[in-house]
């Protein structure tokens, strides 16, 4: 029977001709490319371009005017099919993993660089927080991405994403590299590996300290448990810089540089996001939510994140305010992969069925037909207006992941 609504209707001749699809993340920081199906991201590549003739370096978010994030997407998604995959997207369908609050000029004009230059039969735009769900099998849960400007928290229940629960905080990576940075740049000691000689961090040039500053922080820093002594001082370790200088960290920063994401002092803490998210979404739905918390972005793989996060929501819930969630109980899941990269698979589950793509996709016909990307939540742009309450709208199907991951107490 034919669909009454036609938008979804996609030949199946044109199905068949294609290879394949190709997710694509493009996060602030790196964007993780590869094909639908397999189990990890092919690359992971910085989300800059070069542009010529001056070879300039072009963060692909820091551009604002229409045009020239036309053409810095251009060469910069083309990059990605030709000297990365070696693909030619003609041949393949396209997953684009996007934030659920990434901007409506991004997201069209990105949908004008696959439709218009590289041609892309058939794209789909997918929030990252409901493809966090693919990967775990779950069809509910509460979504923590901390991502390199922001951390956000939003509730997914029966596959449907709890706006009323969003929550944002400026506690995320960023912050982190700022505090870990200051303080290295404060107390921080280097070693001439010729001589010997100790001079303050502040007091040499390095090359590319930013990257360096993320490496540091990734390698040697952790979240000390809650309640620990901090009077108990971590052991120093060494950073070889480069060929010249090794940088001594103390262990006091290895540990205290953590406490931005739980102090408050640069938005709100992550254990106040979860809690005031889950005590606005529906009493009902709580449960559910609770017991399924995931946490994701490059931050999340910080050793003993999950376990501090856990204990500080557990010193809230002792408030006043907070007293109608004490009796759940909280249990975060362990991804099946590395936690910046769960939405990356989330997307690759979904885009090896045939059935979800074919539902959720847009053509480039049927792009060129409405002149405009609709957003998640209709396909159909002119039906904004006719938009139901989003616990009303009809639940996403999710396609439970081959592996499911577990969760901790």
């Known amino acids: 029977m034919a669909d ?9 001749s044109s ?3 294609e290879k394949g699809t190709v997710v694509i993340d ?5 964007t993780k490319i590869g094909v639908a199906g397999e189990a990890a991201p092919r690359h992971i590549v910085r989300s800059v371009t070069i542009l010529k003739p001056h070879s300039q370096k072009v963060d692909v978010w820091s551009v604002s005017e229409p045009e020239e994030l036309y053409s810095v997407l251009c060469r910069f998604v083309q990059s990605l099919f030709l000297k990365y995959l070696v693909l030619n997207p003609k041949d393949y369908r396209v997953v684009i993993v996007e934030s659920f609050i990434c901007s409506e000029s991004f997201r069209n004009t990105l949908a004008k660089v696959l439709y218009q230059h590289l041609y892309v039969t058939l794209a789909v735009f997918m929030p990252s927080h409901l493809l966090c769900l693919f990967t775990v099998g779950r069809q509910s849960a509460m979504v923590v991405d901390i991502g390199f400007k922001e951390t956000t928290v939003l509730p997914v229940y029966e596959g449907i994403p ?5 929550q944002s905080s400026s506690s995320a990576a960023e912050a982190l590299q700022s505090s870990l940075k200051q303080l290295l740049l404060q107390n921080g000691k280097v070693k001439t590996i010729s001589t010997g000689e100790l001079k303050r961090f502040d007091s040499i040039t390095v090359e590319g300290l930013d990257a360096i500053i993320e490496d540091i922080l990734v390698r040697t820093c952790f979240v000390r448990p809650f309640g620990c002594d901090k009077d108990r001082t971590p052991l120093s370790v060494e950073y070889p810089l480069n060929k010249e200088y090794i940088l001594t960290i103390d262990g006091h920063i290895r540990d205290h540089v953590t406490e931005v994401l739980f102090d408050g002092l640069n938005g709100n803490p992550l254990q106040n996001c979860i809690l005031e998210s889950l005590i606005k979404c529906p009493i009902d739905t709580r449960r559910q939510l609770a017991e399924n918390i995931i946490v994701v972005g490059g931050c999340a793989s910080l050793q003993g994140l999950k376990h501090r996060l856990k204990s500080e929501m557990d010193h809230l819930l002792v408030q006043n305010r907070f007293q109608a969630l004490h009796t759940l109980t909280y249990k975060f899941h362990n991804p099946p992969i590395h936690e910046n990269s769960v939405a990356w698979l989330g997307g690759s589950i979904f885009g090896s069925s045939d059935v979800a793509i074919s539902e959720r996709g ?3 016909e049927k792009y060129k037909e409405l002149g405009a990307l609709p ?17 009303g709208r009809k639940a996403l199907p999710l396609t439970p992941a081959p592996v499911a991951s577990s969760a901790e107490t």
């Open 26 to 30: 493009i996060g602030r920081v790196y």
């Open 375 to 391: 957003d998640w939540t209709s396909r159909d742009p002119q039906r904004r207006e006719q938009r139901k309450p989003v616990l």
């Open 362 to 364: 847009l053509t480039r």
């Open 15 to 17: 199905l068949s001709q």
């Open 4 to 12: 009454p609504k036609g938008s979804r209707q996609i030949s199946t």
């Open 162 to 166: 709890v706006v009323v629960g969003w």
